[in-house]
């Protein structure tokens, strides 16, 4: 049995969670003393200039003691980015004119021909 097999056991209840070249796996899986804990894994797509891509994975594991602290730090952490910049993305990845309506350089020199438009629904 491989050691990664020894350290992660069957995956008891599953989820998932695309967005955009993002997923995220959420998983609740057994101890050896058959006690629970949860997996939550991001794998972010990266494409190379041939064609061929490749996964970048990072993963965090939470344990039932750590639940009520992480679940108070996330709730607080979110409700503080919703309250003071709301649920529209602002960035220059989801939004063509960043530079122009935020960014410290005149629109003029800001040039559109290094954008491609990009459809993730073959991921």
Same mark, same amino acid.
């Not at 056991?9 to 796996?25: C, D, N, P």
């Not at 730090?73 to 529209?88: A, N, Q």
């Given at each position: 049995?491989?050691?990664?097999?020894?350290?992660?056991k069957?995956?008891?209840?599953?989820?998932?969670?695309?967005?955009g070249?993002?997923?995220?796996?959420?998983d609740?899986r057994a101890t050896k003393a058959?006690? *629970? *804990?949860i997996t939550?894994?991001?794998? @972010?797509k990266?494409?190379e200039?041939?064609?061929s891509f490749h996964?970048?994975?990072?993963? +965090?594991?939470? *344990?039932k003691?750590?639940f009520a602290a992480f679940?108070? +730090?996330l709730?607080?952490?979110?409700?503080?980015?919703?309250?003071?910049?709301g649920?529209?993305? +602002?960035?220059?990845?989801?939004?063509?004119?960043f530079r @122009?309506?935020?960014?410290d350089?005149?629109?003029e020199?800001?040039?559109?021909?290094?954008?491609t438009d990009?459809?993730f629904d073959?991921?």
């Amino acid at each position: 049995m491989r050691e990664n097999d020894m350290l992660e056991k069957e995956e008891i209840f599953s989820k998932v969670l695309r967005a955009g070249r993002r997923t995220y796996f959420f998983d609740v899986r057994a101890t050896k003393a058959d006690d *629970y *804990y949860i997996t939550i894994t991001e794998s @972010k797509k990266f494409t190379e200039d041939d064609g061929s891509f490749h996964f970048k994975k990072h993963k +965090i594991y939470l *344990y039932k003691e750590d639940f009520a602290a992480f679940r108070e +730090i996330l709730d607080e952490m979110t409700s503080y980015v919703l309250e003071h910049k709301g649920e529209e993305v +602002i960035s220059e990845r989801h939004q063509k004119d960043f530079r @122009k309506l935020f960014g410290d350089k005149p629109e003029e020199t800001i040039s559109t021909e290094s954008f491609t438009d990009v459809s993730f629904d073959d991921i």
